[in-house]
């Protein structure tokens, strides 16, 4: 079965409110995160992560993530794919989204949550 948008439906983990309360926090008390596009600039990649994160820990809609992070669900989804081709091709970028992931898991859930990080797929695990 597939959602509205294509996409195979999920089980959320996190609420909306914890994946961007943790980005928020990130975001304001970490080191700035920008990635390279393919055209060589910097931009930044808090709104890749934060809807990667609300896409995959939420499991929100396309439409749901964009009305979250005030855009479409168009540029939502857009954001996800090149969050999701950042982690196949930056080691680094899925090293930090990891830690990301794993700090929103672990405000709500402590450390009963196991696993290992971003998988090669783009998945959190």
């Known amino acids: 079965a597939a959602l509205a948008d294509g996409q195979v439906p999920s089980l959320p983990c996190l609420d909306a ?3 961007l309360a943790c980005a928020d926090a990130d975001r304001q008390n970490g080191p700035a ?30 439409k749901r993530v964009g009305e979250r992070l005030g855009t ?3 540029m939502a989804g857009r954001r996800v794919r090149q969050a999701q081709a950042l982690l196949l091709s ?19 859930y ?11 797929d783009g998945s959190v695990r």
């Open 33 to 62: 995160w920008t990635y390279l596009t393919p055209k060589g600039q910097r931009r930044d990649a808090w709104p890749l992560v934060t809807a990667y994160l609300l896409r995959h820990l939420a499991a929100l809609e396309w």
């Open 110 to 120: 402590g450390d009963r949550v196991g696993g290992d990080g971003v998988g090669g």
């Open 17 to 19: 409110h914890a994946v």
């Open 90 to 108: 930056d080691p680094a970028f899925g090293e930090r989204l990891s830690a990301v992931a794993r700090r929103a898991l672990d405000g709500v």
């Open 72 to 74: 479409s669900g168009e």
